[in-house]
């Protein structure tokens, strides 16, 4: 148990465009979901933390009009980075922190964007 | 957001040898996580530690919550190729906040 899917996997886009990035949980519901930004050879950076059906809670530094965030449910949350540019490319993973039972965070296979 | 203090920061070890990598915090967690993770994909959950000196195994790996809750060891013995990879060490303080280490990247040399 304990699967956590992202789509997509790997996205292209052209600057200014906007992208859609989803984050489930398969086999369980997810009171927390976290999203982060990783560059090459480095670690996790946290962007930002989502509870269902609330706002989320942005990190110092990330811009919340940029990445949209919305936790619709138990088991999606959507990141959606507005006006992509280059900058922007990076390797994005969410991960989700169950509803019941131990705290642990169970992360997603990840997303690549890169924006020409 | 703090990142936890993770030693070392790179190994190259020879196949059949073992492996010790440890994180320190300078504040008390109820909770303590390793991760590996492979190029390309996201971070695994390898061990989960709930309790101050606890010591739980998975397969070859060791990991211990230490009794100060302020730091946290991982071992991996009898490497093998397939064990290359960047190990993240994580920390959940009393106020459900989470931090991650730097990363221990290992290579093993067959």
């Known amino acids: 148990g304990a699967v956590v899917s992202q789509h997509p996997s790997r996205v292209i886009c052209k600057s200014g465009t906007s992208v859609k990035i989803e984050c489930r949980s398969l086999d369980f519901q997810a009171t927390t979901m976290f999203w982060y930004r990783q560059f090459p050879k480095q670690s996790l950076m946290l962007m930002a933390t989502s509870n269902e059906g609330s706002k989320a809670t942005y990190e110092q530094g990330v811009e919340k009009d940029k990445f949209l965030i919305n936790h619709a449910s138990l088991t999606l949350s959507t990141l959606t980075v507005t006006s992509a540019h280059p900058e922007d490319s990076s390797f994005y993973i969410c991960?989700?922190?169950?509803?019941?039972?131990?705290?642990?965070?169970?992360f997603g296979p990840g997303t690549r964007l890169t924006v020409l | 957001g703090q990142q936890l203090n993770q030693s070392p920061q790179s190994m190259f070890i020879q196949e059949g040898e073992d492996v010790s990598m440890n994180c320190t915090s300078s504040?008390?967690?109820?909770?303590w996580l390793w991760y590996k993770q492979e190029p390309g994909e996201g971070p695994v959950l390898l061990i989960a530690?709930?309790?101050?000196?606890e010591l739980t195994s998975n397969g070859r790996l060791t990991a211990q919550f230490g009794i100060t809750r302020k730091d946290s060891f991982l071992n991996i013995s009898a490497s093998i190729p397939s064990d290359v990879g960047i190990y993240f060490c994580a920390g959940q303080e009393p106020g459900n906040q989470f931090y991650f280490g730097t990363g221990t990247s290992l290579t093993v040399i067959p």
């Open positions: 530690l709930y309790k101050a000196g």
């Open positions: 504040s008390i967690f109820n909770t």
């Open positions: 991960s989700a922190k169950r509803l019941a039972g131990a705290d642990t965070q169970y």
